[in-house]
């Protein structure tokens, strides 16, 4: 507070007629530096002050923004030898943990692990792009066959036929250290492009 | 075209006095007289105000982070000791502050007591810093609770207890100031408000109400000096004594900043109300008073608890009422210098005794050795975000029960979850089955499942026909779903 006032009591601004700023008793000729002197310290002084405050304060304030506070983890699937033979898509339940500052979420999703076309590794989201049901693998007809809405997928997600406006939604995955992990997303529904949602 | 840039500044200054009064403000502000000039032992009031500043900024910030609840107030913290940037420094600052502003509360009353600055018409200046001394010590109070750490619980379950050996009401204000007849998270929330709120209020007026008084009386001077009609030669507040207050804060800061940053506080594990052998200890500038009350049990509990403190603490409200000599020199007025020190002594011995009484009982220095050796463990542990109820905790409950287990093997096997969504959540095709349990009995939900109702067959239940083992798990399944 007194650091901005401070300034303005610099020689520069001495034609100020303010009385305060005139030393009242001191009839010594250094007074005037002596007071320079000690304004300038005082200066000084709030600065010291301000910034040692200041520094950890913005820092603590500005925590979430520098450190990732929130954010997706990956979660395992499981052994990639289990879906080396893999020849119809299996059912796996992942476990979504998500950070939020001092408290973590901790869900189950049903996502299934198939092959596309190439004969790579996919991770499919469980969740029908229709209205939300969760898609059931048929082994008898070897087909996904959503029971809400009978939206029909084979066995890489492709849409077949029904309503639903997309294939199945692929969520992102990776293989590290011999495991197949997944990042789990939801996506919006009835549209005709995925559309992740935070 | 443009005045030079001084000019400028000064017709700005011109401007904003004209509109704020701003400089008048300053002038009467900065040139305060104090007789007899400037010394180092008048930085005390100036210290505790930046104190009281710094404390409302730390605590402003850790409220950032700070939840005031019995779940996560212990979390919250251990968060912003642990993972927060600058977190632990800032708590440091803050906890740190507390004892600050005690330490340098009893240097300002003992200033002013031995100078006699409460002399000549200061009766209201003294009684205005006697309201700002309790509320700091509410403050201190209040506060220490707030982390909900073992050490904060039980200080705090003794604390409130004194209450209850006041006569007539005390178990009614001790219920008031918990918020029940147990300390839980309805005592955090009020102690919080304490603190945050309704206490810095008061703090604020009376530091209004202490400073203005103080000013109408005017500074009183060395001990020499007349207190009603100063004769020194007397010397603006600025610069000297400012820069004299501006260094006491300097060197207050840069202990706490040196402290906080090498002795970081400590935050224990949090409160377990089952715990039967935690021995509380208060902080530091309490102990006296914990040790104190340790000596009046039964009959006498009401002269140790409520007579002696209350003669003694109106003694010293009271003292520029009775001690109206215009003698300021501490050797002149041995009786109130006396009981000064006398209550001084008294309060340092009963500390010294605590302290001493905790290291040779073999059983509590063992205790409270154990109790640290908690602290530091706890404290060297990695932070763990706290897991949020949702419906991985329903699944867990479930397989707790193995014939519930069983059962959601059943129920993800016949696609149940197809429609009703895992762990029974419901999605868009069926409802959610969490809670049906509380809704139906075991025989309602088996009837049901045999021979669903004209609106669940309308939503494409379809009969569900299992051997009678199966079955029962499925509804230990269904029942266990929360």
Redesign the interface.
């Known amino acids: 507070m007194?650091a901005n006032?401070l300034k303005?009591s610099s020689p520069?601004?001495r034609?100020?007629p303010?009385?305060?700023l005139e030393p009242?008793?001191d009839k010594a000729p250094d007074g005037k530096n002596r007071?320079s002197f000690?304004?300038a310290?005082?200066a000084a002084?709030?600065a010291?002050?301000g910034v040692?405050?200041a520094?950890?304060?913005i820092?603590?304030?500005?925590?979430p923004v520098?450190?990732r506070t929130t954010e997706k983890s990956w979660s395992d699937v499981g052994k990639i030898q289990e879906f080396q033979s893999l020849n119809a898509p299996i059912k796996r339940?992942v476990?979504i943990e998500e950070?939020?500052?001092?408290?973590?979420?901790?869900?189950?999703?049903?996502v299934y692990v198939s092959k596309d076309t190439r004969g790579g590794l996919i991770v499919l989201s469980a969740v029908c792009p229709h209205?939300?049901?969760?898609?059931?693998w048929l082994e008898k007809e070897s087909k996904f066959i959503c029971?809400?809405h009978r939206g029909v997928f084979s066995a890489d997600g492709t849409l077949l036929g029904g309503p639903p406006p997309r294939n199945m939604d692929r969520l992102r995955s990776k293989i590290e250290g011999g495991i197949l992990k997944t990042q789990y997303q939801f996506f919006r529904q009835l549209t005709h492009n995925e559309e992740e949602l935070a | 075209m443009n005045p030079p840039p001084e000019e400028r500044h000064s017709r700005f200054r011109a401007w904003l006095d004209s509109r704020t009064g701003l400089d008048s403000l300053l002038r009467h502000a900065l040139d305060e007289p104090i007789p007899g000039g400037a010394k180092i032992a008048y930085v005390f009031g100036s210290g505790l105000l930046f104190l009281f500043v710094s404390q409302i900024v730390t605590g402003v910030f850790l409220a950032m982070y700070y939840v005031p609840s019995a779940d996560h107030a212990h979390t919250t913290v251990e968060y912003i000791t642990k993972e927060v940037t600058s977190g632990s420094f800032l708590r440091g600052l803050h906890a740190y502050g507390s004892s600050a502003i005690i330490i340098v509360l009893l240097l300002h009353i003992t200033q002013t007591f031995l100078y006699g600055s409460y002399k000549g018409r200061r009766e209201l200046v003294w009684l205005a810093g006697c309201v700002l001394l309790m509320l700091m010590l509410g403050m201190a109070f209040t506060g220490y609770l707030l982390p909900w750490d073992q050490k904060a619980y039980f200080a705090t379950t003794v604390g409130t207890n004194i209450l209850s050996e006041l006569p007539w009401i005390g178990n009614a204000l001790k219920r008031l100031l918990r918020g029940g007849t147990e300390m839980g998270t309805l005592t955090l929330s009020r102690f919080f408000v304490l603190h945050v709120f309704l206490i810095p209020a008061f703090i604020f007026a009376f530091v209004a109400i202490h400073v203005y008084f103080f000013r109408k009386s005017g500074a009183a001077g060395p001990i020499g000096e007349d207190p009603l009609e100063p004769k020194l030669q007397s010397e603006p507040f600025y610069p000297k004594q400012l820069v004299m207050d501006m260094g006491f804060t300097i060197l207050i800061i840069v202990a706490l900043g040196i402290i906080a940053y090498f002795w970081p506080t400590e935050l224990g594990p949090k409160a377990d109300p089952s715990d039967t052998q935690f021995l509380p200890r208060p902080e530091w500038y309490y102990i006296p008073v914990f040790q104190y009350l340790k000596y009046w049990h039964g009959s006498t509990s009401l002269i140790g608890i409520l007579l002696i403190p209350g003669i003694v603490g109106l003694l010293l409200v009271t003292v520029p009422f009775f001690d109206r000599s215009l003698e300021r020199r501490p050797w002149k007025r041995p009786v109130s210098v006396g009981l000064f020190a006398v209550i001084l002594l008294a309060l340092g011995g009963l500390g010294l005794l605590s302290h001493r009484e905790d290291l040779r009982n073999p059983g509590l220095a063992a205790q409270l050795k154990a109790q640290r050796d908690a602290t530091k463990e706890f404290m060297q542990a990695k932070f763990e975000p706290e897991l949020s109820g949702g419906s991985l905790l329903a699944e867990n409950a479930a397989l707790a029960n193995p014939g519930a287990a069983k059962g959601k093997e059943i129920f993800e096997g016949q696609s149940c979850n197809a429609c009703h969504g895992d762990n029974g959540v419901g999605t868009a095709a069926a409802p959610k089955l969490i809670g049906v349990g509380e809704k139906y009995t075991s025989t309602q939900i088996e009837v049901l499942l045999q021979k669903p109702n004209e609106q669940m067959t309308a939503g494409g239940m379809p009969p569900v026909n299992l051997k009678d083992d199966e079955m029962k798990a499925l509804i230990d399944y269904l029942r266990s779903l929360k």
């Open positions: 007194f006032w303005s520069r601004s034609r100020d303010m009385p305060f009242p008793n007071r000690l304004a310290l005082l002084g709030s010291t002050v040692l405050l520094v950890p304060v820092r603590f304030t500005l925590h520098l450190a339940l476990s950070q939020d500052g001092w408290r973590k979420t901790l869900i189950e999703k049903p209205l939300g049901c969760t898609v059931p029971p809400c």
